[in-house]
T-cell receptor, first 114, second 111 residues
Framework: DAGVTQSPTHLIKTRGQHVTLRCSPISGHKSVSWYQQVLGQGPQFIFQYYEKEERGRGNFPDRFSARQFPNYSSELNVNALLLGDSALYLC?????????????FGPGTRLTVT | EDQVTQSPEALRLQEGESSSLNCSYTVSGLRGLFWYRQDPGKGPEFLFTLYSAGEEKEKERLKATLTKKESFLHITAPKPEDSATYLCAVRRNNAGNMLTFGGGTRLMVKP
């Protein structure tokens, strides 16, 4: 079975631009969470979606938004990019919307903002 | 506010030299402590979930334990392929699946 997939793998954008990152969860998983990982640090929670509803939001500005589609895939959108948005963006999927025993991460999208 | 602190930040071991990584946490209503392994440029790989003090989980050369304030990841007779960053994360009550991660421990095992 395929694991969590993310696209694109790498992305280079200019300050002020907009970016859309995509995630497909493991088949049968209905929860998707997004994390930002700056080089040398642990991942930081951005959003969780379950059954197309937002279940949680981390301490990120309104420039960050997300949604989940009927097939449980998800998009993360970032507007007005800043240099500090350069990071590895990770998607994690799980079967349950809360207290999931396991959460599986995708390979990530490496975003570079110049 | 939930806090997770991992130590040491980096650890260099000789092959076969056993050691432990530490994860200290502060969380209101722990509903799971997670250990992940992360290779450079890749997503974290799930290792263990621990729920209550005294619980232990094992996988190959790795053993995770949990107390009320910290968790340890014991590595027995490590091999070079165990070299990676090990991440610890906590989930608290009424927070969905949200994980709060520590900064990680970079482990390097030399042959």
């Amino acid at each position: 079975d395929a694991g969590v997939t993310q696209s694109p793998t790498h992305l280079i954008k200019t300050r002020g631009q907009h970016v859309t990152l995509r995630c497909s969860p493991i088949s049968g998983h209905k929860s998707v969470s997004w994390y930002q990982q700056v080089l040398g640090q642990g991942p930081q929670f951005i959003f969780q979606y379950y059954e197309k509803e937002e279940r949680g939001r981390g301490n990120f500005p309104d420039r960050f938004s997300a949604r989940q589609f009927p097939n449980y895939s998800s998009e993360l959108n970032v507007n007005a990019l800043l240099l500090g948005d350069s990071a590895l963006y990770l998607c994690a999927s799980s079967h349950r919307g809360d207290y999931a025993y396991e959460q599986y991460f995708g390979p990530g999208t490496r975003l570079t903002v110049t | 506010e939930d806090q997770v602190t991992q130590s040491p930040e980096a650890l260099r071991l000789q092959e076969g030299e056993s050691s432990s990584l530490n994860c200290s946490y502060t969380v209101s209503g722990l509903r799971g402590l997670f250990w992940y392994r992360q290779d450079p440029g890749k997503g974290p790989e799930f290792l263990f979930t621990l729920y209550s003090a005294g619980e232990e989980k094992e996988k190959e050369r790795l053993k995770a334990t949990l107390t009320k304030k910290e968790s340890f990841l014991h590595i027995t007779a490590p091999k070079p392929e165990d070299s990676a960053t090990y991440l610890c994360a906590v989930r608290r009550n009424n927070a969905g699946n949200m994980l709060t991660f520590g900064g990680g421990t970079r482990l390097m095992v030399k042959p």
